[in-house]
């Protein structure tokens, strides 16, 4: 079974300081993974994916986020902090379904950022 | 091209009532999948639909349901409410096709159950 580890349930940062969100994962076939934004009383929108090749990608809004495989980490970091980044980030796994068969999305807990101005 | 969108936005219903929530996926996709929101159990799976079969369903009792029409608009159905299902519900598409794995979301259906 597949798992999300997002450590940390709530980060405060300073606007314009280094933004780093920690996701671990846990599955047993090569994943994908996926960075989402949530802002109140809104759905989820797609920050980043990853799916092969690249282990470093850029995503929205100057997000990046690198995967290692040996560490099954897919973290999130963003250099410089702004206001507008204030929001809920859910970090998400899904296997390598043959055919593109599996949409099934296996969510971390969800870290609340908190910007400083 | 026109974002995911779900009816009603909100919702008011009583326990042991039944509700259906219905959600339009991107243009194009076919697949729908469903989620439930919760504070206590975050984010969880509910089940996903394309070409109008359901393809995969996550660990919820059967009075959750759902279906997929032709046109690939997605309804889901809860029976016999309970307080715990209140919830932000939230509907996903995506384009089946290799390389491409991403789901988008719809601005979801709060439910309350009183």
């Known amino acids: 079974a597949q798992s999300v580890t997002q450590l940390g349930s709530h980060v405060s940062v300073s606007e314009g300081a280094l933004v780093l969100l920690r996701c671990n994962y846990s599955s047993s076939v090569p994943p994908y993974l996926f960075w989402y934004v949530q802002y109140p009383n809104q759905g989820l929108q797609l920050l980043l994916k990853y799916t092969t090749g690249a282990t470093l990608v850029k995503g929205i809004n100057g997000f990046e986020a690198e995967f290692k495989k040996s560490e099954t980490s897919f973290h999130l970091t963003k250099p410089s902090a702004h206001m507008s980044d204030a929001a809920e980030y859910f970090c998400?796994?899904?296997?390598?379904?043959?055919?593109?068969?599996?949409?099934?999305?296996?969510f971390g807990k969800g870290t609340l950022l908190t910007v400083n101005p | 091209k026109a974002g995911v969108t779900q009816t009603p936005r909100y919702l008011i219903k009583t326990r042991g009532q039944q509700v259906t929530l219905s959600c339009s996926p991107i243009s194009g996709h076919r697949s729908v999948s469903w989620y439930q929101q919760t504070p206590g159990q975050g984010l969880q799976f509910l089940f996903e639909?394309?070409?109008?079969?359901?393809?995969n369903k996550g660990n919820f009792p059967g009075r959750f349901s759902g279906r997929q029409f032709s046109n690939s608009r997605s309804e889901m159905n809860v029976s016999t409410l309970e307080l715990g299902d209140s919830a932000l519900y939230l509907c996903?598409?995506?384009?089946?096709?290799?390389?491409?794995?991403?789901?988008?979301f719809g601005p979801g259906t709060r439910l309350t159950v009183t």
């Open positions: 998400a796994v899904s296997d390598q379904g043959s055919g593109g068969s599996n949409y099934k999305l296996t």
């Open positions: 639909y394309f070409s109008e079969t359901q393809r």
């Open positions: 996903a598409s995506s384009l089946v096709r290799l390389g491409h794995y991403e789901q988008y």
